[in-house]
């Protein structure tokens, strides 16, 4: 965070002094080479070969009937008549809708406990140790041990509200069958199971806050709440912005917790779209209209990244 | 190595420092924290004690947290069961999560130091190309890198599962923030003392980037330990398999085996977590230092 | 995002460079995949030829001991009358008859002779199957889905089998979780085991998907015909006029019931008719017990097909393009079961909610399949449960069942022969010994088995023993299983409020279905092309 533009201009000019000494330098290319073979095999080939997919009717399991059917795959996903269009545009909401819930769920809390937890306090590794812990487990695990925290009948969480009556007459929704509850449900389990790598991230940056800074603070007697807004916040706010994206990136893949607890259920209502692209490509054997509905993801993923960015980064340029 | 990324100030600080606190202050603070890790820790402790249960208490009227007759019946079936190989999942498991986080490191610090410090043609096309993949959801990939690695011959594979794990731009983009916060001065002494360029990277910039490498390091580790649909898709032999995928079939195809899941699962946790108690200072430690700078 | 210093002139040379590079090599990988076809075509006609030589074996060792090698083409010739080229086939004894049909021009005819030699060796000396002379330590991968506590009954038997078969044969079993997609993701790959379980609602969709083969002539070796099989079960491996399953074993809907529950009630018997139902759940309903329980999870929607075809109706038409379940017999099926739900059962269940509440003691009956049997009943529960068939609501009879089959995969390299014949020999097996198989919680399909003495002693198959023998399946055409998708969501979400308008929910599940039907049809065609 500390370099500025300045600065990095003035590395950059070094650096070419360095290598401008040969004519044509082969070592930045050996650098970088065995990355981008794997990078061009697995990420820029895929990219162009699904482009092509997305415009057959494909199937990889019977390629002698694959035919060539132009933007087809795409016009479907737009056209309200297609068998595609409910199924594909549901999907994408619920992904959506899990991104309302999970992404502040999944910074603010990482944030409050690695505040909490950046203290000197005898023991503060074993809390890190503890809240770190469910991420070592298997999302199929972790699945089925919500599902059977939240299930209505001998769920802890239900034999506890209605003990303490938390949910009034109506007794605790069904966490696994009716929404909005079953968004909560799966929403508590993620954050459950990933808050602690988030929160990690977070007391890394919060160890980096100069401690000179908070005691100027104290002085010109500022409280608590406002040192974390005015101190804490503000210099947190690049890896604030790292957090969110890579919280987005992983929150767009959600794929495990829905298909294990609610079985994407009630009716498909917490179906996301990674879900439907795999069930087109890999239960239909689709994959040309997989493909399609790949690319419209793509789209509106990095348009809701650089809003992101534009969002949170207005004023920083040193990126 | 007085430099500004291993230069930090001696003491943590926060709005809830330690210091100058009141001994009630602390109190609260410690019965927070306490209670959180009592939440977080109910599912887990509720996993083994599910796992430990003879299958008809596994579901009572009243919540029954031990059971009257606890047993290790499902401990026995998971591991005397020659169908359930649970200890080829963990050992393959742990061995592809490795080899991944090993190539990982190696492949992106390499071309993260490129992109950082050297000046070529096409570098800044280039980076920008990777940035931009770095937000297209991984499903884009699901089908033609399913289709490749078929083509390749990679299925039912380690290899299937590793090298598409090398083409990630994350660990290079990482790094390369990492390396532009190291001084170039400590390189250029060293290229005047006749080092090449592979040298300085091998001995200055490496060891600079230990704690960004180990940060890295543990988000493959575990991004491989928890992948769930790549390797389902890859793995067809029930001993090539990973955890993830070999857990889910201790479920029956309509039958939720929950004691005998909640044992795998047990059996899968407790030899990570021990490593991770046992590593934690150092990993935090690690990512403390690391800077992320966003 | 970024700030960089590149001179704009060198990206634009650069990447589209490169864009144009990786898309001719995406283009050239994508015409590759097309133009690969051709090899599938002659897969079927090598199945046909390699079967053909082991039937030839099988009537051999039927008739005499002789040397087999020798005598096998004879017996082709004589029984097929047939040209030099189908005599050389089959002659061609060993791995050589997978690669002359497979390189000749000429395979239909071969195929067409083999098949005639094959029907009149079968029925002309009584049917087996044996191991043609020249195999020896055959190696099977059988794959199937039961990783549940089924698994081990079926491998009691392919232990068994491989006893018998000792030195001769070796099959190797492997139960696998996500079946369908390991299946999938397996031929893709071509690297399909040779046997395989196909449930009864993608026995279609493989076949299009030359998942699996046709398998007329091992069936007609076999000695397996119409009236060895329920009608429907039988029907349910025909896809376009061929044979690709045999049938093994069925799942049907089953009744799990608290004795203790109903004995309290004072109620001596299990309800079979909707008077006795309604009066069994009404007793039993009081003090925080249910008399009944249902989900709005799986299965559901099995449960709403079943009650469906009792009040007259079915899910489809005849010729499978219209969904039919928004009849008034959908209508009367759904309204009966979200009665039920509103006077016994706790609303908005999730999926085995049902089971849970049940294993508790608080549920007094539910309707689940007879999987479940090991799980609800006996030594699993701390009260007398028992499981029986559901009770006839509807004016007709009718159980929805689940199906397993036995199918050979495709292998676009080519089908080993001796393989084909273990294979063979270890579906009959299974199906003739499926007793053991029943152990598991299903009703064998196989007449013989499910009528014997042994399947009487034996609860709760005794009681469904008869209601599998018209069990209601969904019909043998590719990707019907998305075709139910709208009404499984149509039934969910009646079930859980969502929806309260049960015609409406109906019709609208009719009318996305109805589009899947289409798209199915206009995919698919009307029968696999390889």
Redesign the interface.
């Known amino acids: 965070m500390a370099k500025t533009i300045q600065e990095r201009e003035q590395t950059g000019e070094a650096v070419a002094s360095v290598n401008t000494r040969r004519r044509f330098n082969f070592t930045p290319y050996l650098f970088i080479l065995p990355h981008l073979i794997f990078f061009a095999i697995f990420v820029g080939y895929p990219f162009v070969s699904g482009l092509v997919y997305s415009t057959f009717q494909y199937n990889f399991l019977t390629p002698e009937n694959n035919t060539f059917v132009g933007l087809n795959n795409y016009t479907n996903l737009f056209n309200t008549k297609s068998r595609e269009f409910d199924l594909f545009w549901n999907s994408l909401g619920n992904t959506g809708i899990f991104m309302l819930y999970s992404v502040p769920a999944l910074v603010i809390i990482p944030l409050l406990l690695a505040v909490l937890l950046n203290t000197k306090l005898p023991g503060r590794n074993i809390f890190r140790a503890i809240i770190f812990a469910p991420w070592v487990l298997s999302v199929s695990v972790i699945s089925l041990l919500w599902f059977w925290i939240f299930q209505s009948n001998g769920g802890l969480v239900n034999v506890y509200a209605k003990a303490l009556g938390i949910f009034g007459e109506d007794g605790p929704p069904r966490w696994l069958s009716t929404l909005p509850a079953a968004w909560i449900a799966i929403t508590v389990a993620t954050v459950w199971w990933t808050m602690g790598f988030n929160m990690i991230i977070l007391l890394a940056a919060l160890q980096d806050i100069p401690e000179q800074l908070y005691e100027a603070a104290t002085i010109d007697g500022a409280n608590t709440l406002q040192k974390f807004f005015r101190i804490t916040l503000p210099l947190l706010q690049s890896v604030l912005v790292f957090v969110i994206t890579i919280t987005i990136i992983a929150s767009f893949n959600l794929f495990g917790q829905s298909l294990f607890m609610t079985n994407n259920g009630p009716s498909r209502g917490t179906e996301p779209v990674m879900y439907r692209i795999y069930d087109e490509g890999f239960n239909r054997n689709a994959q040309g209209s997989a493909a399609a509905m790949s690319f419209v993801v793509a789209l509106i993923m990095i348009l809701v990244s650089y809003l992101n960015f534009r969002i949170f980064r207005k004023r920083d340029t040193s990126y | 190595m007085a430099n500004?990324v291993q230069a930090?100030?001696?003491?943590?600080?926060?709005?809830?420092?330690?210091?100058g606190r009141t001994y009630f202050q602390?109190a609260i603070?410690?019965l927070?924290?306490t209670i959180?890790?009592i939440i977080?820790?109910?599912?887990?402790v509720?996993?083994f004690l599910?796992s430990i249960k003879p299958?008809?208490q596994?579901?009572?009227?009243?919540?029954q947290w031990w059971p009257a007759t606890p047993t290790l019946d499902n401990y026995k079936t998971l591991i005397n069961n020659p169908?359930t190989p649970i200890i080829s999942w963990f050992t393959n498991s742990i061995l592809i999560a490795l080899i991944v986080t090993g190539l990982v490191l190696?492949?992106?610090s390499?071309?993260a130091?490129?992109?950082a410090?050297?000046?070529?043609?096409?570098?800044?096309?280039?980076?920008?190309?990777?940035?931009?993949?770095?937000?297209?959801?991984?499903?884009?990939?699901?089908?033609?890198?399913?289709?490749?690695v078929?083509?390749l011959g990679l299925?039912?594979n380690y290899l299937g599962v590793i090298?598409?794990a090398?083409?990630g731009?994350?660990g290079?983009f990482f790094m390369r923030q990492f390396f532009?916060?190291i001084p170039?001065e400590l390189e250029?002494a060293a290229?005047i003392d006749g080092a090449?360029?592979?040298q300085t990277?091998w001995s200055i910039a490496l060891p600079l980037a230990k704690p960004a490498l180990a940060?890295l390091g543990v988000?493959t580790f575990?991004g491989s330990?928890?992948d769930?649909?790549w390797p389902?898709?890859?793995l067809?032999?029930?001993s090539l398999q990973t955890?993830?995928?070999g857990?889910?079939?201790?479920?029956?195809?309509?039958?939720?085996?929950?004691g005998l899941?909640?044992a795998?699962?047990v059996v899968?946790?407790v030899p990570?977590?021990l490593l991770?108690?046992v590593l934690?200072?150092f990993?935090?430690a690690s990512?403390?230092?690391?800077?992320?700078?966003? | 995002m970024i700030k960089g210093d590149y001179k704009k002139s060198r990206i634009g040379r650069f990447s589209s460079l490169t864009l144009v590079a990786l898309f001719v090599a995406g283009l050239l990988a994508a015409c590759g995949d097309n133009t690969a076809a051709p090899t599938t075509g002659a897969t079927t006609a090598t199945t046909a030829a390699a079967v053909a030589t082991t039937a030839a074996a099988g009537a051999t060792s039927a008739a005499a001991t002789t040397a087999a090698t020798g005598a096998t083409s004879a017996a082709a010739t004589t029984a097929a009358g047939a040209t030099s080229a189908a005599a050389t086939t089959a002659a061609g004894a060993t791995s050589a008859a997978a690669t002359t049909a497979a390189g000749a021009t000429s395979a239909a005819a071969t195929t067409a002779a083999s098949g005639t030699a094959t029907t009149a060796a079968a029925s002309g000396t009584g049917a087996t199957l044996t191991l043609p002379a020249n195999c020896s330590n055959v190696q099977l991968q059988y794959w199937n889905g039961f990783t549940g506590p089924d698994g081990p009954f079926m491998g009691q038997l392919v232990d068994a089998f491989n006893k018998a078969n000792s030195g001769k044969i070796t099959v190797k079993m492997t139960s696998q979780a996500d079946y369908d997609t390991q299946l999938t993701t397996a031929a893709a790959s071509d690297t399909l085991p040779d046997i395989i379980i196909v449930n009864e609602d993608v026995v279609a969709s493989f076949a299009f998907n030359n998942i699996i083969r046709p398998i007329d002539p091992i069936v007609q070796q076999l000695g397996y015909t119409a009236s060895d099989f329920p009608k429907i079960a039988w029907d349910n491996g025909m896809v376009a006029g061929k044979r690709y399953t045999l049938p093994l074993s069925m799942v049907p809907m089953t009744m799990y019931y608290n004795n203790d529950l109903l004995k309290a009630a004072g109620i001596s018997a299990a309800p079979a008719t909707d008077a006795d139902f309604q009066k069994a759940a009404a007793a039993m309903t009081k003090g925080g017990n249910h008399g009944f329980e249902i989900t709005s999870g799986f299965p559901v929607q099995q449960i709403f097909q079943q009650l469906l075809h009792q009040f007259g109706g079915s899910e489809f038409n005849a010729d499978v393009t219209q969904a039919t379940w928004n009849s008034d017999a959908g209508v009367k099926a759904m309204q009966w079961m979200l009665d039920a739900q509103k006077k016994y059962a706790e609303p908005a269940l999730e999926v085995d909610a049902d089971l849970n509440a049940f294993k508790a003691g608080s549920a007094g009956m539910i309707w689940n399949g007879i999987w479940q049997t090991t799980n609800v009943t006996g030594s699993a529960v701390s009260f007398d449960g028992k499981a029986t068939a559901t009770p006839q609501i509807g004016p007709q009879p009718g159980t929805w069942a689940g199906m397993a089959s036995l199918g050979l995969p495709v292998h676009k390299k080519g089908n080993d022969a001796c393989k084909d014949a273990a294979a063979g020999m270890l579906m009959k097996y299974i199906v003739d010994n499926s007793l053991t198989w029943a152990k598991a919680g299903n009703v064998p399909a196989y007449n013989k088995v499910r009528n014997s003495a042994d399947i009487a002693a034996l609860h709760p198959q005794a009681e469904l023993a008869k209601a599998v023998e018209n069990p209601i399946f969904p019909p043998s055409v590719p990707g019907i299983g998305d075709a139910f998708g709208p009404l499984s969501d149509a039934v969910t979400a009646l079930m859980t409020g969502k929806a309260t308008d049960v015609k409406k929910a109906l019709d609208d599940a009719a009318a996305k279905s109805n589009q899947t039907l289409a798209a199915n049809k206009a995919k698919y065609g009307d029968a696999p092309k390889s």
């Open positions: 500004s930090r100030p001696a003491a943590r600080n926060s709005a809830f420092s330690y210091r602390r603070l410690y927070i924290l959180i890790a977080v820790l109910i599912p887990m509720w996993m599910t299958k008809n596994l579901f009572t009227k009243d919540i169908s190696a492949v992106d390499l071309a130091y490129a992109y410090r050297m000046d070529f043609f096409g570098r800044d096309v280039l980076f920008k190309l990777l940035l931009f993949t770095l937000f297209l959801p991984g499903v884009l990939f699901l089908v033609p890198n399913f289709l490749i078929n083509a299925r039912n090298l598409p090398l083409a731009v994350f290079v532009e916060t170039k250029e290229h090449n360029t592979f990277f940060t988000i575990l330990w928890n769930f649909l389902l898709l890859i067809q032999d029930r955890l993830p995928i857990l889910r079939s201790l479920q029956g195809s309509y039958t939720s085996e929950y899941m909640m795998g699962a899968a946790a990570v977590l991770y108690i934690q200072r990993i935090v990512v403390a230092s690391s800077g992320i700078k966003g």
